[in-house]
């Protein structure tokens, strides 16, 4: 699909109408719009809403309204199962003998189609022709886990974006102001976006921990994860799992029981709270082809005034 035509409809019976590509700035500000109207406690959208919108014509037009004068929007061909998906956090209380702790289940934000699928493919051969540039990983010290404990978390990484970085920075800028909003986060002043390449194999895996436990780590706000895969997947397991998150009336939290687990989606990007525990499932792929594998880049936007200490 190259373009989309958008209608909106505003209260007085008024229209506009333009044509656009489907990831046109518009299109993610109306469908923002619309989903602040309709769930007004879990966004921040602002009230009036800004478009620069091309004319059939030829050249640019605004077009400013109130976010509550939206009615609807109509796009030919559909684009609505193809929009973002949040997933609010919840918080329940419980109390046992004095001591009250908060349940907060996590929120994440599901994006499918997060590159033109030509993009797509061109990363995902140049990912599979780089296969020397994968190292095994490890982990860096934390509570649950020593460093380097290759039981702990069992992948390959690279660190080698090629002409990549830049393409990946851009798509992810773009869609960085939807997520903050949605997630319920305020864009950091001074702010930097952490990138890394992984594959999952055969029996490779990592177990339950945060983003942001430690050190310099604890400047990441929000985690990111592009999925790539063959197709059909070749692959059993991969789930991210993201567990709810304690909170404890001394201030402390820890990982709780509930869950909630994600599919490794192929051009996926999903976008969650780092202080959430989460897991990689164990991958299943026999073959043992690096093709064949879960590929993901990773990425942390990170508020650099945070301290690390």
Known sequence: MDRVRIRIFLAGSHEHAWTCPPDHDSVRILMDALSANAHPSHHRASALVRLVVPKDEGGERAIAFLRQSLVAVETDPPLIDELPTVHSAKRAWSSDKGSATAVERPAFLVIPEFFPQET?????????EHEADFQASGVRSTAAAAADDYDFRKSRVSMNFGPWREVVEQRLQLVLPHICMRLGFERPEHERIELQLTHHGHLDRFKAHTDNATGEMRQRLISLVYYLHRH???????????????????????????????????????????HFHHQVRTIRCEDGAFADGRFTVNGWLRDTDLGSE
Do not use: I, K
């Not at 797509?120 to 599979?128: I, N, S």
């Open 232 to 274: 059909p997947r070749p692959f059993e397991g991969g789930e991210l799992v993201l567990y709810d998150r304690v909170e404890n009336a001394d201030g402390t939290a820890h990982q709780g029981d509930g869950f909630r687990m994600v599919p490794p989606d192929d051009n996926c990007l999903v976008a969650f709270p780092s």
């Open 120 to 128: 797509r493919d061109e990363l995902f051969a140049w990912l599979v």
